[in-house]
């Protein structure tokens, strides 16, 4: 799912000096994206992970319907 928060992945075969400097300067420069990630953030800091992931756990176990 493409949540628009951050470039496009670099394959590692690509990665470079210039390639990597390319996508830093597409984050910094990109008001939509770090409008997005700071939404995405708040949603995060809202939800109670522990909690999902002791209910995902049992849920992998059988313990729950």
């Not at 990665?15 to 994206?33: F, N, P, W």
């Not at 995405?40 to 176990?61: Q, S």
């Amino acid at each position: 799912m493409r949540l628009g928060v951050s470039p496009a992945p670099i394959p590692y075969q690509k990665v470079s000096e210039k390639t990597l400097a390319a996508a830093i300067e597409v984050v910094l420069g990109d008001e939509a994206m770090l409008q997005k990630a700071q939404e995405l953030g708040e949603k995060i800091r809202g939800e109670d992970g522990v909690a999902n992931a002791v209910e995902a756990f049992h849920r992998h176990l059988g313990l729950m319907g």
